[in-house]
């Protein structure tokens, strides 16, 4: 089951190796760590991180307390649910160009996902499009995946045509 | 009555249409208390200088016959800085690298006292802060409604119809050239080079087009946009600008499918000010077709508003050009 985590780690060095050693103790995976800078730190000077694991869910419980005897808070815990849809056009040559490593792109941040993808290529040596769907556990973290799956188009070239805001 | 005298520098497509809709429109300029007045007229041959008033119907003839009105070598300028008026009609061509005699014509009207309204983008796009501080110092009148969106009003129902309200973000399609060759691709699932090469020949896009495609149309547009309405001040340069040129007939077939369109769109809020092609989905107001230009204008009280319209055309631009002229002088 994916599940996405929000703990608070003391603010001091080696903090969030000490918060992930349970989650490969207990054969979790780790998709995502994302640190919320922008967010103040709360009143007991802590720092909020939020992640996102694949475990099992009989061991989630086990998980909280090993994480808790750690002196790490956990503050909210939820099946991962994507609740945002999105959608961009790719165009340029997305095959040659590693296409998996381009879905990877979002898949990879956790809070995102392709989860569909249509590809038109009309004539070897021309330009394909693509029109990719993206799914993500809210508008921010959308805006974010297509801001990561741009910088890694512009490397390859290929032109992003993202929705207008609605 | 009030006589306004006024001389026209640039005498092409707008040029021309301002002095056709001052002649259609003289009734109208009567009953709200103008007498408009063109004493000169130029182009870049030289101009037709008349105190007592230029008979419009025989320039425009002559233009037509002979392609140019010039009479005397006199330029542009010099008229502005020798010949007394009130208005200066500003239309010569774009210069988007150095402003051009636009620029010129402008500063040295502001200099001497006189009133500016322009469609021409370039200088406005590149010396925005310049031209509005020489027109506050010497307490000029400066209008410049024709320069985004032709016929589509834009600048002055932000300022003064929607006044009062913060302006939260501007998105539209500012470039009747780019659409239309969008919309055909779409409609003929043709590619670019070939709905280029079809708008070329109706005339709608220059031989030259990269003004258009590359999206520094609209970019200047935009500038013009950010700065007057948010007070920025960019120049077309800070404008992050993609152009049409790689949409694949594909791309906008694949769009459709999931209920897009594909248009170039201009877009700036707080801290962003870019023009890129964009999806659009279909029922959005902004999904406009032809050659229509459309703006949204997102604001705190009113919500936001959507105006479509002509963003081209002789006669169109023009309209704006004499709206801006009844708006500084009718009481
Ligand atoms: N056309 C539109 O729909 C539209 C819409 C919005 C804004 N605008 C803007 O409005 C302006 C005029 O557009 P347009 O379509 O009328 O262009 P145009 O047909 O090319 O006309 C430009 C005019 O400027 C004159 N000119 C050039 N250099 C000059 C100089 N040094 N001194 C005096 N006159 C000079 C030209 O003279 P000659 O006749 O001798 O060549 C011509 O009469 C441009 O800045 C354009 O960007 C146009």
Known sequence: MRVSMDIELQDRPGQLLQALQPISDLKGNLISVVHHHEKEKNRRSKIPVQCVIDIDPEKLDELKSQLKDRGIGVAKVGEQRFVERGAVVLIG??????????????????????????????????????????????????NDSISLLKEVAKEKDLLVVEPIET | ??????????????????????????????????????????????????????DLSSALARKLEKGTVALEDKSSLEIIESVDHDL?????????????????????????????????KGPLALKYNELMEASRNSGSNFRFEATVGGAMPIINLIKDVLAGNDVISVEGILNGTCNYILTRMMEEN?????????SQE??????????????????????????????????????????????TPESLLLAQNNGYVIKLIGEVKDDLIRVAPRLVPEDSPLAVGGTLNVASIQTD????????????????TASAVLSDIVSIYRD
């Open chain 2, 88 to 120: 200066v009609i500003e239309t010569t061509s774009t210069d988007i690298n150095t402003g051009g005699i636009g620029l010129k014509n402008m500063l040295s009207a502001f200099n001497s006292g006189k009133d500016v309204v322009t469609s021409n």
């Open chain 2, 190 to 198: 043709a590619p670019y080079e070939q709905m280029l090469a079809e």
């Open chain 2, 1 to 54: 009555m009030k006589t306004i005298r006024a001389s026209i520098s640039g005498f092409g497509a707008v040029g021309q249409g301002v002095a056709e809709v001052l002649l259609k429109k003289q009734d109208y300029l009567k009953n709200v208390g103008l007498d408009i007045k063109v004493i000169a007229i130029s182009d870049s041959k030289g101009s037709e200088i008349n105190t007592d008033g230029i």
């Open chain 1, 93 to 142: 040559h997305i095959v040659h160009n590693d296409i998996q490593d381009t879905i990877d792109t979002v898949d990879r941040t956790g809070y995102a996902e392709v989860v569909d993808l249509t590809l038109s290529m009309p004539k070897i040596d021309q330009t394909s499009s693509a029109f990719l769907k993206i799914d993500a556990v809210g508008k921010e973290e959308l």
């Open chain 2, 301 to 316: 009280l009113s919500g936001t508003v959507t105006v479509t319209g002509r963003g081209a055309g002789s006669i169109e």
């Open chain 2, 202 to 247: 109706l005339g709608i896009a220059e031989t030259d087009p990269s003004y258009d495609v590359d999206g520094i149309d609209s970019a200047c547009k935009l500038v013009i946009l950010a700065n007057s309405v948010f007070g920025m001040c960019f120049s077309y340069k800070d404008v992050d600008v993609t152009g049409i040129t790689k949409i």
